[in-house]
């Protein structure tokens, strides 16, 4: 299968250390496991980095993403600087690990910068942080976030689109960097197929997959409660993925259903879940032909929001 569903543990409130999440993800039935490199780097030294990479191999697992860099691109300037110190680091690990893709994210607001200053701050930390993984042939994705829930009552509005982000990669003198596209934000932002086909495939460096909570006006939707893909098939995720695939895009797809209730679910059933959530979507696509592999135990199943 060209694109592969790929687990991102916290994504689903698992809170799993490398070595774990590598059963986790191969016992749900994925494909490709995410990690927050950022987060493990020194436990995975200590594990061996030769080590996990066998575990992962031994699983069936391929490397999908990873995040090196802080979460957010507007971080303080201290914590941005204290941690682009330990990139190379953490993207030496990254490579060895089979790593070749990263991840942040943009707000679409700042506390105190107005839009071209905040724009030049983007611009200059992520070509710090791209000249840097470029090294290690990792590529550096940008999620951009869309909600008007998310915007409204904040200042300084910055991007919040496709079109805005592309203006950004604009001003980047790298050839490694992208974007890491969410059928959400896509949807949120009331773009279409015809904006994904703007995209080469290597500008887009990762995927991810979930649904808009029904009930609930496209305005209110909101980044911290999202369903899993294809649960309300309020987005039209085929469209999304079949784009995708027509671009010629080969990467993992991930999950991140934001919701409360994944607090309730036990790992292994959450991540059954997903997976097929994952694979059915694809296979409505037509991508793959897959089938989910695993049923989620029936008590996991009814705490569904």
């Given at each position: 299968?060209?694109?592969?569903?790929?687990?991102?543990?916290?994504l689903?409130?698992?809170?799993?250390?490398?070595?774990?999440?590598v059963?986790i993800?191969?016992?749900?039935g994925?494909?490709?496991?995410?990690?927050?490199?950022?987060?493990?780097?020194?436990?995975?030294?200590?594990?061996?980095?030769?080590?996990?990479a066998?575990?992962?191999?031994?699983?069936g697992?391929?490397?999908?993403?990873?995040?090196?860099?802080?979460?957010?691109?507007n971080?303080?300037?201290?914590?941005?600087?204290?941690?682009?110190?330990?990139?190379?680091?953490?993207?030496?690990?990254?490579?060895?690990?089979?790593?070749?893709?990263?991840?942040?994210?943009?707000?679409p607001?700042?506390?105190?910068?107005?839009?071209?200053?905040?724009?030049?701050?983007?611009?200059?930390?992520?070509n710090a942080?791209?000249?840097?993984?470029?090294?290690?042939?990792?590529?550096?994705?940008?999620?951009?976030?869309?909600?008007?829930?998310?915007?409204?009552?904040?200042?300084?509005?910055?991007?919040?689109d496709?079109?805005?982000?592309?203006?950004?990669?604009?001003?980047?003198?790298?050839?490694?960097?992208?974007?890491?596209?969410?059928?959400?934000?896509?949807?949120?932002?009331?773009?279409?197929?015809?904006?994904?086909?703007?995209?080469?495939?290597?500008?887009?460096?990762?995927?991810?997959?979930?649904?808009?909570?029904?009930?609930?006006?496209?305005?209110?939707?909101?980044?911290?409660?999202?369903?899993?893909?294809?649960?309300?098939?309020?987005?039209?995720?085929?469209?999304?993925?079949r784009?995708?695939?027509g671009?010629?895009?080969?990467?993992?797809?991930t999950?991140?259903?934001?919701?409360a209730?994944?607090?309730?679910?036990?790992?292994?059933?959450?991540?059954?879940?997903?997976?097929?959530?994952?694979?059915?979507?694809?296979?409505?696509?037509?991508?793959?032909?897959a089938?989910?592999?695993?049923?989620?135990?029936?008590?996991?199943?009814?705490?569904?929001?």
């Open positions: 299968m060209p694109m592969y569903p790929s687990l991102m543990p916290d689903i409130a698992i809170d799993a250390g490398p070595a774990a999440s059963k993800a191969s016992r749900a994925f494909t490709g496991l995410d990690l927050r490199i950022n987060r493990f780097a020194d436990e995975i030294e200590r594990v061996g980095v030769e080590s996990l066998e575990a992962i191999a031994a699983a697992l391929r490397p999908g993403y990873c995040s090196l860099t802080p979460q957010k691109i971080v303080r300037p201290s914590v941005w600087n204290e941690e682009l110190l330990d990139l190379p680091r953490r993207a030496r690990i990254a490579a060895e690990l089979g790593f070749a893709r990263a991840t942040s994210v943009v707000l607001f700042h506390d105190e910068m107005a839009f071209d200053d905040n724009m030049a701050m983007h611009r200059s930390r992520v942080a791209a000249e840097i993984l470029s090294d290690h042939g990792i590529s550096f994705g940008l999620e951009y976030v869309s909600p008007l829930s998310r915007r409204r009552g904040q200042p300084n509005g910055f991007v919040h496709l079109n805005g982000l592309l203006e950004l990669l604009d001003g980047i003198n790298a050839d490694n960097t992208g974007v890491m596209l969410d059928c959400f934000h896509w949807h949120c932002a009331g773009e279409s197929a015809d904006d994904l086909r703007r995209l080469r495939p290597e500008q887009i460096i990762a995927v991810h997959v979930n649904d808009l909570i029904a009930g609930v006006p496209v305005d209110e939707q909101a980044v911290t409660e999202r369903e899993l893909p294809g649960q309300t098939g309020i987005i039209d995720i085929a469209t999304f993925l784009t995708l695939d671009i010629g895009y080969e990467g993992p797809i999950s991140e259903p934001t919701h209730r994944w607090k309730s679910v036990e790992d292994e059933p959450a991540a059954a879940q997903t997976c097929n959530a994952i694979v059915a979507c694809l296979a409505r696509a037509g991508i793959g032909g089938e989910p592999t695993h049923q989620p135990r029936s008590d996991a199943a009814g705490s569904t929001a």
